[in-house]
């Protein structure tokens, strides 16, 4: 028989035990890439690209099949995905340029903002997008260290930029000819880290592989404490560059080449991960930014079974591919189709984390862990979703029916279409004249949720 007194004993430690458990919020890795079409990985469908590693954080996690981002092109997508709420709310409704000295105000909260307050190391690791002049930057909005291409890879540089005392120029570039330069050439970016450019222009076939080592670096420094690791790929967005070794490799061209390389960098995370122990406290989440270029010669993604590309408001554009995985207590192996979206992520993240979401502004996003973790009576929080194009407010999913309007200017009436995307995933049907009732409730629900949102709109940052 157990004595009586090492029983209270193993109950006192198991009790401690899980209380500790209980107490450490999760590390958190959020893998974003860019232009990246829903069917493009392995488990999403993609008959080309070999994705072996996001193919087992599936098998080992949970794959979302109607997850959404807030916006169909780069900035707009990312200031959702970091505030928590619809991009035209926090005026960054568009793509900025390097001509641009505005972005997302600093006095947004950010995700990073949340988890830091709440102890964490945090790192913006890749493409940033939000802002490119000095007070812009990730790292005055709540990120440690900043390492990465300020912009889209196809853009230019800020002759302005801070260089670095050290930077290391290509191509023939010098300090001189850059300062002098009104032109700068065209997919010429800048590689940064925190506010200076330390390489121009930026070596493109080596950025996934260096995000990847900086990125194994930083969780290697922080095991001990919670991290927040946000790594936004430059890639598959055009031009499209692979490292020597994936370079011609897979079947579907460079863009197949391009995404093999990141599947390869998820593999060297996931396994980090194990290696220092923290696997188990630590929450993955891959998704892209927005859906793929329409481009021939196979350059541009598959959004296959969706319509319509980047840009667009079709799901094509705005539904992404999106696997989570934290070992026992996201369950294995697991999908839902249930809408959820980028927006959800800064709520969901701050409750994780022992916090709480900003409560002195409005935030779009809901908390979705009841759909992360599988809970069998969770919901979408989002009776309504809306699709923003700019300052347009083109569409609304609610349930399986989704309502777009688009082209409507003060001579022209709107084009309308209604789709059941329960039957019709490809909103090949418009069943707008079927159903004049749902189309007057949906277009009554557009109007008073844009109304609301432009009442409230908050300024954009500006340098
Ligand atoms: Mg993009």
Redesign the pocket.
Known sequence: MVPLRFFVLLVITLTLVHGVEEEQPPNVVLIFT??QGYEDLGCFGSPLISTPHLDRMAAEGRKFTSFYSANS??SP?RAALLTGCYPTRVSVPGVLFPRHDTGLNPDEITIADVLKERGYATACIGKWHLGHKPSLLPTRQGFDSYYGIPYSNDMTIDPAATLDDEIVFRAGMTRERLVGTENPPKNWVPLMRDEAVIEYPADQTTLTKRYTEEALQFIEENVEKPFFLYLPHTMP?IPLFASEAFRGTSRRGLYGDTIEEIDWSVGQILQALKDHGIDERTLVIFTT??GPWKLNKGRGGSAYPLRGYKFSTLEGGMRVPCLMRWPGRIPAGTVTDTVAATIDLLPTLAKLAGGEPPSDRVIDGRDIWPIMAGLPEAQTPHEFYYFYKGQRLEAVRSGPWKLRRVGKTRREEASVALYHLGDDITESVNLAEKHPDKVAELTAKMESFDASLKAAVRPAGKD
């Open positions: 860019d232009d092109v780069c997508s967005h930014d927005n």
